[in-house]
Nanobody
Framework: QVILVESGGGLVQAGGSLRLSCVGS????????VGWFRQAPGKEREFVAV????????FYQDSVKGRFTISRDNAKITAYLQLDNLKPEDTAVYSC?????????????????WGQGTQVTVSS
């Protein structure tokens, strides 16, 4: 039924921080890369970050480099996205996805499962 569940969103002022969680419900979660995406009002969903199955490799969208950090704890079947120095333009619904390929996640392709999303709102 529900494979991935995000949490941790909220309302913060510019410059603030949030830590998002993506909790998997199945052990095979640990065998696949996880991506974070976001969709702002009136815009299409965009790629934010990806992490390999073992956490050894990460890749970020240019606009969040140095501010966001993706990580995972496979023992907890959980991936995280640490959001620091948030800006109003970061406001969006953030979703995690379990992907087939690390290389294809930045393109939004071959995402097997999606979470329902968690709202991040950054005020000026």
């Amino acid at each position: 039924q529900v494979i991935l569940v995000e949490s941790g969103g909220g309302l913060v002022q510019a410059g603030g921080s949030l830590r998002l969680s993506c909790v998997g419900s199945i052990p095979p979660f640990k065998d696949f890369p996880v991506g974070w995406f976001r969709q702002a009002p009136g815009k299409e969903r965009e790629f934010v970050a990806v992490i390999s199955w073992d956490g050894a490799n990460t890749f970020y969208q240019d606009s969040v480099k140095g501010r966001f950090t993706i990580s995972r704890d496979n023992a907890k079947i959980t991936a995280y996205l640490q959001l620091d120095n948030l800006k109003p333009e970061d406001t969006a619904v953030y979703s995690c996805g379990l992907g087939e390929s690390y290389a294809l996640i930045p393109r939004g392709e071959k995402i097997a499962y999606w979470g329902q999303g968690t709202q991040v709102t950054v005020s000026s």
